[in-house]
């Protein structure tokens, strides 16, 4: 401050005579976040220059929502030139899904540019007990639940029963699904269509007389070869060469 004796100002005090300028530009203690005022009896104010600087927070922002920023020079953890102390809080970054790790890390290169947080996935904490699905760690997708944050992706190729008469398809939410795979192998007599009309053709891959690679049961069935005449004999026999085509 400069003190001069001059009762004529209109700045004077009217018991001294004297006029006291403050001069905020003499003061400073080396940090960013504080405001730095000449305050001389200010309650805090150094007692020789009559400083003093006040932290202010907003200076210490590092535009990351998982921090906690504080101006506070007199801090060990304080930066040595801003004079703030950024405190990492993770639990701001918990998306509420057992499936994930979160973290506040700002510096990560797999940090979230807002938040500062970086989510972890781990796929292995997830498993709905079916062999079929793929289950993935990915809290928020469409259908995944909402505690853990999995979802169990349903995939057909993991359910083929060996067959080819059968429709293969992984849905462990079907009561007729496997306890242990989630898959339904469901028989289609269609596919076994040999192309002879003499012979009835069904999907049933349990049966003693199905054909091991496509589960198929071909049965001969000679009455619908009759043509009504005594004279002749008719007999189903497709792999025959004297077959009807």
Do not use: K
């Not at 259908?143 to 029963?161: A, K, L, R, V, Y």
């Not at 054909?211 to 000679?222: A, H, R």
């Not at 189903?236 to 060469?241: A, I």
């Amino acid at each position: 401050s400069t003190e001069v004796c001059n009762p004529n100002s209109e700045d004077t005090d009217d018991e001294t005579g004297c006029v006291i300028t403050l001069n905020n530009e003499l003061c400073g203690d080396g940090y960013s976040c504080t405001i730095d005022t000449c305050s001389p009896g200010t309650e805090g104010s150094n007692g020789e220059t009559g400083c003093i600087g006040i932290p202010s927070d907003e200076f210490c922002s590092d535009g990351y929502s998982c921090t906690i920023d504080t101006c506070n020079p007199d801090s060990e953890d304080a930066d040595g030139e801003t004079g703030c102390v950024i405190t990492l809080n993770s639990s701001s970054c918990d998306d509420g899904a057992s499936c994930s790790t979160e973290v506040c890390n700002p510096n990560s290169e797999d940090t979230d540019d807002e938040t500062g947080c970086v989510i972890t996935l781990n796929n292995e904490l997830c498993g709905d007990g079916y062999s079929c699905t793929i289950d993935t760690c990915s809290p928020g997708t469409e259908g995944s639940n909402g505690e853990t944050g999995c979802i169990g992706i349903p995939s057909d190729e993991f359910c083929s029963d060996g067959y080819s008469c059968t429709i293969d398809t992984c849905n462990p939410d079907s009561e007729a699904a496997d306890g242990e795979t989630g898959c339904i192998g469901v028989p289609s007599n269609d596919l076994c269509d040999d192309g002879a009309t003499c012979t009835i053709d069904t999907c049933n891959p349990d049966s003693e007389d199905a054909n091991g690679e496509t589960g198929c049961v071909i049965t001969l069935n000679s009455s619908s070869c009759d043509d009504g005449a005594s004279c002749s004999t008719e007999v189903c026999n497709p792999d025959s060469e004297d077959a009807d085509d």
